[in-house]
Every structure is written in structure tokens, then in C-alpha cells.
T-cell receptor, first 113, second 115 residues
Framework: GEDVEQSLFLSVREGDSSVINCTYT??????LYWYKQEPGAGLQLLTY?????DMKQDQRLTVLLNKKDKHLSLRIADTQTGDSAIYFC?????????????FGSGTQLTVLP | ETGVTQSPTHLIKTRGQQVTLRCSSQ?????VSWYQQALGQGPQFIFQ???????GRGNFPPRFSGLQFPNYSSELNVNALELDDSALYLC??????????????FGEGSRLTVL
């Protein structure tokens, strides 16, 4: 079955870059996503990438996709304290309905002043 | 523009009871999905509603059921509650034209505690 794995914790200094990594198992995944969840809140879509792309940049966010290794990463440039949150990687498997995403368990990003 | 709103925000039930959670989708959105997020885990897909019909379901038993209304709002019903049903229930709506990209816009969730 589908599985998405992420490291649980990441700590960086304010102003540094953060890199959050994710691996997935479904080779038929069509889209891959990064969501952000702040305490007591729902999930906010940050960005997504189509599986035939290898990079997508959106302001401070850069997504890299290595489809051969089934590895996805999210780089946040100039990380700020407001970026402290849980970041979820998710894939949309090739089968299933359009909104049936498989999420990882999340990476808790802590930004230190 | 009002985002996705869910009610109630918190509730406590006992085993065997039934619960109904409600969701108003974001203006202009016509598809609603429900996810269950257990503590410390990522969300798990329960089901999706489009045109008032369920058109996708995850690995959840039939005691999880739902409705979508003509105004695109939705309900999630859970019968015969079990302790493991304790979780944050997230509703997400999606606008037309995102059937390929699968973008989800989440509400803040309803936290259910089953004692």
C-alpha cells in the first residue's frame, strides 16, 4: 500500500534555510503536496508539484522531486519564527479519488531566534 | 471570503454514542472531503462528496457516513463510537477545476474525545 515517511523533528536558526524531507512508495503518484499546520489549526496548502516536474519554486519555497528515488523535499529560505509549525508531505496516488491524499506523519519545524 | 468552517470545535462523547459533525465549504467550492487526524499523525482520508454523492472512500467502516447538501455543506456521522475514534476531524473543500490537481482547503477541525 501507499506509505509516506518524514523525519519527526527539525530545528533551525532564524535566517537559515530549512530542508524538510519526505519519501513515498507509490510510483504512480501524480501530484505531491506540502501542507503546513500551526497549533490548533487546520492544514494550509503551501505548494504542490506534478510528478513529471523535478523542481518548483514559489517565493521562499523550493520543492525538489526525485521520482527515481521517490524523494520529495521542501526548502524554506530565510526561515522565520513564524515558519514554526508541523509540515506534512502528501501524495495523490494514481488510483483513488482526486482528493484521496496519503499524508506523512509530519515534521515539527522549530525556528530558534 | 469566508473559509471552511466546522462545528462544533470540541465535543466529548461516550462509547456507543453517535456524533454528527458539520462543515460549511468555502464559497464557490463544490467538493467536500473528510479526514481523520489522530494525535501525532497525519490526516487519513475518510470520504469525499461531490454533487451530494459519496464518490471516494478510504479504509473506514460503514459506521462512518456522510451527507452533502445542495449548498455544498456537509455532515459527517459516526455511529457506535469507539475509543479509537478520538481524533481531530478535518473537513476540506475544493473548488471546481481542481479534480486533476486535488487541492484541499481545510477547516480548523472538530476535536472529538470518546470516553
Amino acid at each position: 500500500g501507499e506509505d509516506v515517511e518524514q523525519s519527526l523533528f527539525l530545528s533551525v536558526r532564524e535566517g537559515d534555510s530549512s530542508v524538510i524531507n519526505c519519501t513515498y512508495t507509490d510510483s504512480s503518484s501524480t501530484y505531491l503536496y506540502w501542507y503546513k499546520q500551526e497549533p490548533g489549526a487546520g492544514l494550509q496548502l503551501l505548494t504542490y508539484i506534478f510528478s513529471n516536474m523535478d523542481m518548483k519554486q514559489d517565493q521562499r519555497l523550493t520543492v525538489l522531486l526525485n521520482k527515481k528515488d521517490k524523494h520529495l523535499s521542501l526548502r524554506i529560505a530565510d526561515t522565520q519564527t513564524g515558519d514554526s509549525a508541523i509540515y506534512f508531505c502528501a501524495e495523490r496516488p494514481g488510483g483513488g479519488s482526486a482528493r484521496q491524499l496519503t499524508f506523512g506523519s509530519g515534521t515539527q519545524l522549530t525556528v530558534l531566534p | 471570503e469566508t473559509g471552511v468552517t466546522q462545528s462544533p470545535t470540541h465535543l466529548i462523547k461516550t462509547r456507543g454514542q453517535q456524533v454528527t459533525l458539520r462543515c460549511s465549504s468555502q464559497s464557490g467550492h463544490n467538493t467536500v472531503s473528510w479526514y481523520q487526524q489522530a494525535l501525532g499523525q497525519g490526516p487519513q482520508f475518510i470520504f469525499q462528496y461531490y454533487r451530494e454523492e459519496e464518490n471516494g472512500r478510504g479504509n473506514f467502516p460503514p459506521r462512518f457516513s456522510g451527507l452533502q447538501f445542495p449548498n455544498y455543506s456537509s455532515e459527517l456521522n459516526v455511529n457506535a463510537l469507539e475509543l479509537d475514534d478520538s481524533a481531530l476531524y478535518l473537513c476540506a473543500s475544493s473548488p471546481p477545476g481542481t479534480g486533476r490537481t486535488g487541492e484541499l482547503f481545510f477547516g480548523e477541525g472538530s476535536r472529538l474525545t470518546v470516553l
